[in-house]
């Protein structure tokens, strides 16, 4: 069995039906993350018609600053979910600086449900990489997977020393080569991180092209 460990089920929409058959027959377990209330809610829809998807509660933190008014029923729904994701900073694609501050507290809500409630947590820390770190220190979390690592390599070993884990997509082909920064020097991030800290992921189904679950998996599972 293949376990993709940050997947968008919900986006798989007139999909649905042919990516839970896909899933059942090629032996995909899935977990799916949700970027605020609404998709969790329907992430929750979709975890009663299989046993293969395992919801995960977050609030992306590029949607924070629209769900400050929202943090006790955020708090609620955390303390009550599997697991959480997909939560953390951005500073890559945050264009208005003004909203880092509702990122982080919205960060501190979900640290604060995960350290009382034993919870993993799912982090999107593009370009907050040693910010993120920091508050995981502060809250003593551990049961951690950095999703889709763009930061830097001198931060890898400090990760690796607090046993989270990375979870690496396709962007690592050879077909991204052109389109992302840095491509080579994440390639040699790859090559630092130990089997066991070492977990794959779609970030699926929104990134194109588009395919079902196994396909998607089998090719960052090859490469």
Do not use: C
């Not at 979900?110 to 593009?126: D, G, M, P, T």
């Not at 930061?151 to 990760?159: A, D, M, Q, S, T």
């Not at 080569?177 to 040699?188: N, S, V």
């Not at 992921?201 to 196994?214: L, S, Y």
Request: hydrophobic fraction near 40%; aromatic fraction near 8%; avoid cysteine.
């Amino acid at each position: 069995m293949l376990v993709d460990v940050h997947n968008h089920f919900t986006y798989y929409n007139e999909d649905t039906d042919r990516a839970l058959v896909d899933m059942r027959e090629n032996g995909v377990l899935m977990v799916s993350v949700s970027i605020d209330l609404p998709s969790y809610e329907d992430t929750l829809k979709v975890v009663k018609r299989s046993e293969l998807i395992l919801p995960a509660f977050g609030v992306h933190p590029i949607n924070a600053h629209e769900h400050m008014s929202q943090l006790p029923e955020i708090r609620k729904l955390a303390d009550e979910a599997l697991m959480l994701g997909e939560i953390g900073l951005d500073r890559m694609w945050t264009e208005d600086s003004s909203h880092f501050p509702a990122q982080e507290k919205l960060l501190e809500t979900f640290l604060e449900s995960a350290q009382q409630n034993s919870k993993i947590v799912i982090l999107h820390v593009a370009g907050a990489e040693a910010e993120v770190l920091s508050m995981l220190d502060n809250f003593s979390i551990r049961k951690a997977i950095i999703h889709d690592y763009y930061g830097p390599v001198k931060l890898v070993e400090r990760i690796i020393d607090s046993n989270l884990h990375f979870a690496f997509d396709r962007s690592y082909l050879e077909e991204y080569k052109q389109e992302i920064k840095g491509w080579q020097e994440r390639l040699g991030i790859i090559s630092m991180i130990p089997d066991d800290l070492f977990l794959i992921e779609t970030d699926g189904p929104n990134k194109p092209p588009r395919r079902m679950p196994f396909e998607a998996l089998q090719i960052v599972a090859e490469r």
